[in-house]
């Protein structure tokens, strides 16, 4: 699809310096620009590519004034970077409106769903299932028994969707993910065996939750596991039984809680950052990448390390772990001249 200088200008609310009906038909890097690719500058470090970029139109802040002589088309704007990212987000609901039901694919009895469904081929739709308005389900998904899918929701190829989930509005899940597949739970047996806990509970997504490529959320053993609203969930995440996640949390890819754990809202955690079990964590606290957490956290504490302790002590504690060779040898040293 291609769009003209004029046409992205309305869209922006800019004001065209060249050829308005200059046409672009993909997105590029300024230094990487192509003929027939639209770009932006907002970095005042990128300033030199604008004079070389065979870009066909740039976006640029209103201040912006060539010293020498341009062959792109501007589109001058207050903020050239939040209208591109605006930009990116219209380009991606162009690419991403599809609509009706391919073959093969499965829609069991009992399933309702609203306006401008997409379900891709090879797709399965259990028993039962209520869909929201404006739904995409891309090829090779399942939705088992029973699930209730809320409006403007975009689940990717492969997406695996266990019975009984409960998914709110506005949910982009990626592809590889799986949500409620059954919690670890085992019991041990006196010869050493375990005999599974069936896993009886669901998973809760509310509204305006994003969750990257291959992370997996289980289904509660009782009760729910529940993603408060507005989460983002990166990569391979793995999220365990009756978890519970705050609103507006971040989670960063490869990491791992464990069942029970209750995580506060506005909390930002680094990747591969450990959660033992039946922990409660605070609202706004930030964990560094890597870290083990072990222990209760309080509300709008920063913590680093494994096990993970204050930042700050974590900080001072590093400057003292790396000279700890020379310190043993001072030491030593001493305990010579003392002798």
């Known amino acids: 699809m291609k769009f003209t200088a004029e046409q992205i200008a309305g869209i922006l609310e800019g004001e065209v310096v060249g050829n308005p009906n200059a046409e672009v038909a993909t997105l590029s890097k300024i230094e990487e620009g192509v ?35 341009i062959s792109t088309t501007l589109i001058k704007v207050e903020d050239a970077y939040k209208s591109f990212s605006k930009l990116l987000e219209y380009y991606n609901q162009v690419k991403l409106m599809k609509s009706g039901i391919e ?18 081929s090879f797709s399965y739709i259990g028993k039962n299932v209520k869909i929201g308005a404006n739904v995409k389900i891309y090829p090779n998904c399942f939705i088992g028994d029973n699930v209730v899918i809320g409006d403007d929701c975009v689940f990717f190829a492969g997406v695996k969707i266990y019975s009984e989930t409960i998914i709110g509005n506005n949910c982009n899940i990626h592809s590889g993910s799986i949500i409620g597949s059954d919690g670890f739970g085992f019991a041990p047996n006196p010869d050493g065996s375990f ?3 069936p896993q009886i509970g669901n998973v809760i ?19 729910s596991t529940i993603i408060r609203k507005g989460v983002k969930l990166d990569n391979q995440i793995q999220i365990a039984h009756n978890v519970e996640i705050g609103e507006n949390t971040v989670i960063a890819a490869q990491t791992g809680i464990a069942g029970s754990t209750k995580i506060g809202k506005n909390c930002m955690i680094g990747g591969q950052v450990g959660f033992a079990g039946h922990l409660i964590i605070g609202d706004n606290v930030r964990i560094q990448a890597q870290s083990g957490i072990g222990k209760n956290i309080r509300e709008g504490e920063t913590l680093q390390g494994s096990p993970s302790f204050n930042y700050g002590d974590w900080n001072k504690s590093y400057v003292h772990f790396r000279n700890l060779p020379k310190i043993v040898a001072e030491v030593e040293e001493l305990k010579k001249k003392i002798n």
């Open 35 to 69: 003929e027939g690719s639209l770009t932006f500058l907002s970095n005042p470090k990128y300033a030199n590519y604008i004079y070389t970029t065979k870009a066909t139109i740039t976006i640029v802040n209103h201040s912006f004034v060539p010293e020498n002589e």
């Open 205 to 223: 997504l509310e509204d305006n939750i994003d969750i990257g490529s291959c992370t997996t959320i289980d289904r509660a053993t009782i009760g």
């Open 103 to 120: 073959q093969p694919s499965v829609i069991s009895e009992n399933v309702t769903y609203g306006d401008n469904l997409y379900l891709g």
């Open 195 to 197: 005999t599974k806990i």
